[in-house]
């Protein structure tokens, strides 16, 4: 365990400011992220954070060992789309007694939550210590984990919560210090929440903790009669069940300072009694498509599984850890412009990475120091990736005893950024299918088609290298393995 202290600077949100990292106790170090509503399949703004801190993530693990870093991604299965689609699809069984809610719903979010799973696998993210999920954490829990409804007792026991018309809310002028980490004057805070918030509340911006559910919708028991709970309840009950009532560092996208982390420091702060809930906020900046917001009216909403396995963007597949370098080419606090270009520049630099590093012997060196400096000083990863380049042509230009230690550091390098340094894996026959087509369409004097199954082919490791038979006369196409 190095002493991180002294190097590692984040900025933290809550302060606007760059500082030392210096954890509660660095033989415990704990991060929470907002991770998916797993509604749906996540889209490539998910992927950022997702990215994002499983890169802080590794570099803590460096610092502090791995076993001395604790990590928690929640998944968000309480939702009212979601419970209303359990009810719509499991409402007989759950009446007959046959599957409880929680059961319902997990049959619901299963697809997606797997596919989540295979998504961010496939960007090449660790998977993180604990993946909690918001519906595991309603009810009071035999374990004694801190839970939602404890959790809204105490509020209210405390006097920063009161019931309204069978209703649970927060009680914003009960917290002088409401809105440090947005930066908004409680006057001009909204009422933010996934669910309906009536007009009996004291204050505009008091937001929901409980809310009733009709007969005809899901919910779990409670003091306050049968409901479910708002939305940002949820993350303050997770983390406390993980990492306590205050820990080191809390992450997710920029969108979620307000109101989301914003009441959850609300709920969290004055529930335990404490002056903050993490120490550092950290958050990654919003992402646009092509020069324009995401959206499914304007044409440009991706999921990370349509650029993994299908050709609606760019006309191609991508490999997931040119979808992650390209994420990680834009620091993390600024806005990133996902285009086609981005992505097919990050392709051709890590092409190049992959080959200078295939220089080295099997066994990868130490992880550079220059690379940890870079990473160290709040994530900067373009400053990291200048380190790889540079390190890229030392490798190419220099060799000395059959050793490459510029090639070494550099496969060290992209196995610590998360990046697949093995032997490139081929599929001999489907390789031979693909230039099959390509001769055919080269024949057909479709250019196009061609170039892209050669490209496409190339992206994967696999040059291709055409000539001549000499007798015939006839094209014929050589490959081999090239990164």
């Keep these: 365990m190095s002493d991180a202290s002294k190097s590692l600077r984040l900025y933290n949100t809550l302060t606007r ?47 502090y060992g791995e076993a001395h870093v604790t990590y928690v991604r929640n998944i968000t299965d309480v939702d009212d789309k979601i419970n209303a689609r359990a009810l719509r699809d499991f409402g007989g069984d759950i009446a007959a007694g046959k599957l409880s809610l929680n059961e319902a719903i ?31 954490f309603v009810e009071p829990r035999a374990d004694g984990k801190a839970d939602m409804i404890t959790l809204i007792q105490s509020l209210i026991g405390r006097g920063h919560a ?55 919708e899901p919910g779990w028991n409670s003091p306050w009669g049968r409901g479910r709970p708002g939305w940002h309840i949820e993350c303050s009950a997770m983390s406390a069940a993980y990492l306590g009532d205050v820990f080191d560092i809390h992450g997710g996208g920029l969108d979620l300072i307000f ?8 709920q969290s702060r004055c529930a335990h009694g404490t002056d903050v809930m993490a120490n550092v906020w950290m958050h990654n ?6 020069g324009q917001k995401m959206s499914k009216s304007v044409g440009n909403f991706y999921s990370i599984h349509e650029l993994l396995e299908t050709d609606t963007f760019g006309g191609r597949k991508w490999p997931g850890e040119v979808l992650r370098l390209a994420m990680l080419m834009t620091h993390y606090r600024e806005p990133i412009d996902f285009s ?35 990473l160290s000083d709040d994530l900067a990863t373009y400053a990291a990736f200048q380190q790889l380049t540079q390190l890229a042509s ?21 196995a610590f950024l998360g990046f697949d340094v093995g032997a490139a894996k081929v599929d001999e026959a489907a390789i031979g299918e693909a230039i099959a087509k390509r001769l055919k369409f080269i024949a057909a004097k479709n250019w196009a088609e061609a170039d892209r199954i050669r490209d496409e082919l190339l992206a994967q490791g696999v040059q291709l290298k055409d000539g001549k038979d000499p007798v015939t006369g006839e094209r014929v196409t050589t490959w081999e393995v090239k990164r």
């Excluded at 989540?116 to 999920?133: F, I, K, M, Q």
């Excluded at 929440?193 to 929901?208: C, M, N, Y």
């Excluded at 630099?349 to 220089?359: C, I, S, V």
Aim: with cysteine; aromatic share 8%.
């Design 17 to 63: 400011t760059k500082a030392d990292f210096v954890p509660i106790d660095a033989r415990n170090v704990r991060m929470y992220v907002c991770g998916p509503t797993v509604y749906d399949f996540a889209h490539i703004g998910n992927a950022r954070p997702a990215i994002v801190f499983d890169v802080l993530f590794r570099l803590l693990r460096h610092f």
């Design 106 to 136: 997990r049959r619901v979010t299963e697809k997606t939550a797997d596919q989540y799973h295979r998504d961010v696998a496939t960007l090449g993210c660790l998977e993180p210590t604990v993946e909690p999920r918001a519906t595991e």
């Design 162 to 216: 009161y019931v309204a018309a069978g209703e649970v809310l927060f009680d914003t002028a009960s917290m002088p210090a409401y809105g440090q980490l947005s930066k908004r004057n409680l006057d001009e805070q909204q009422a933010g929440a996934r669910v309906a918030v009536d007009a009996h509340k004291k204050s505009p911006g008091d937001f929901v903790l409980w809310k009733l559910s009709s007969p005809e």
């Design 259 to 266: 109101p989301h982390h914003e009441n959850e420091i609300a």
């Design 285 to 290: 900046g919003f992402l646009q498509v092509e």
């Design 340 to 374: 086609v270009r981005k992505l097919e520049e990050a392709e051709n630099t890590l092409r190049k990475w992959k080959r200078a590093a295939d220089l080295a012997s099997a066994a990868a060196g130490q992880v550079p120091a220059e690379v940890v400096a870079a």
């Design 394 to 414: 030392e490798a190419i230009e220099f060799n000395e005893n059959g050793e490459n230690a510029a090639a070494a550091s550099l496969k060290a390098a992209l």
